[in-house]
């Protein structure tokens, strides 16, 4: 184990603003102050993680460019997931502009905020999507088991575009709730194009009482809907350390994965996200 390569799909970085970040609530106070390269370097280098994929916390293009500068800075993080408004008039131009960097693998939009479950399936956010394609980017999933059928839609819309669905799609593992989600992941799951990170499951459960066996069922449902080649370790630092260290959470995934090949194993830790992003 200590010798197989990892990379971490899905972890953030921030410099803390109340008013820019305030989804960070009182109860979140472990979160309210800044994560840079250096924290993460150091539970990296802990946790005997490779490198890292920077993916964004803030809708803005101020972020991505903060993003591709700790990137270009940093040799550990191989890739951004940065954010750019899909529904502007000028996206062509936008993605043109971002194209320049080569370690901006891929976009993201947080669809979990938005008010309306078909909010992927506008026309503008569909003609954003499309744009991506062109330029080779790929498109982060960040959604709630009740947006997975317009996600799968979407997907079906643009059969040849990379997507990879972030935090198995937060179902309630503190409820034990699976069904809904489970039919909803394994209808997603047959199109070839979407890969699923397994990340972002402790914030999912009992924040001061979760054990082990709580993730089992749903790692279940994920590998068995996209099998090991499609599916990629992410930590989520620092948001995990709302309920567990990032060694609880590559410990999850570590302890989850034992029952499988080495080869499987390191597809999962890093060939598939190295595959995914063209890192």
Not at 99 to 107: A, D, E, V
Not at 160 to 172: E, L, M, R, Y
Not at 229 to 242: A, Q
Request: with cysteine.
């Amino acid at each position: 184990m200590n010798k197989m390569k990892i990379i971490d799909a899905h972890q953030h970085f921030w410099k803390y603003d109340a008013e820019q970040h305030s989804w960070i609530s009182e109860e979140m106070a472990v979160l309210k102050t800044d994560f840079l390269a250096e924290a993460l370097r150091k539970e990296l280098e802990q946790n005997g993680v490779e490198g890292s994929i920077a993916v964004q916390a803030d809708q803005s293009e101020t972020e991505t460019e903060f993003l591709l500068d700790l990137a270009a800075k940093n040799d550990f993080i191989k890739g951004v997931v940065g954010w750019v408004n899909l529904r502007a008039a000028n996206i062509e131009q936008r993605l043109a502009h971002f194209s320049n960097f080569p370690k901006l693998k891929g976009f993201r939009h947080v669809v979990q905020d938005e008010p309306d479950d078909n909010f992927m399936l506008g026309e503008a956010f569909q003609n954003g999507i499309a744009a991506l394609q062109k330029h080779n980017f790929t498109y982060d999933i960040l959604i709630f088991p009740t947006q997975l059928q317009a996600a799968l839609q979407l997907v079906k819309n643009f059969p040849n575009q990379p997507f990879v669905i972030d935090h198995i799609a937060k179902p309630t593992i503190k409820t034990g709730k699976i069904d809904a989600w489970a039919n909803g992941i394994n209808a997603i799951a047959k199109q070839e194009n979407v890969y699923c990170k397994i990340s972002g499951m402790v914030t999912e459960a009992d924040w001061e009482n979760w054990n082990y066996s709580d993730f089992v069922p749903y790692l279940d449902v994920v590998f068995d809907a996209f099998g090991t080649d499609r599916i990629m370790f992410g930590s989520d630092f620092p948001v995990c350390l709302l309920a567990g260290s990032y060694a609880n959470v590559k410990g999850i995934v570590h302890q989850y994965l034992q029952k499988y090949s080495e080869e499987e194993q390191a597809k999962v830790w890093s060939g598939n996200a190295l595959k995914f992003y063209k890192i």
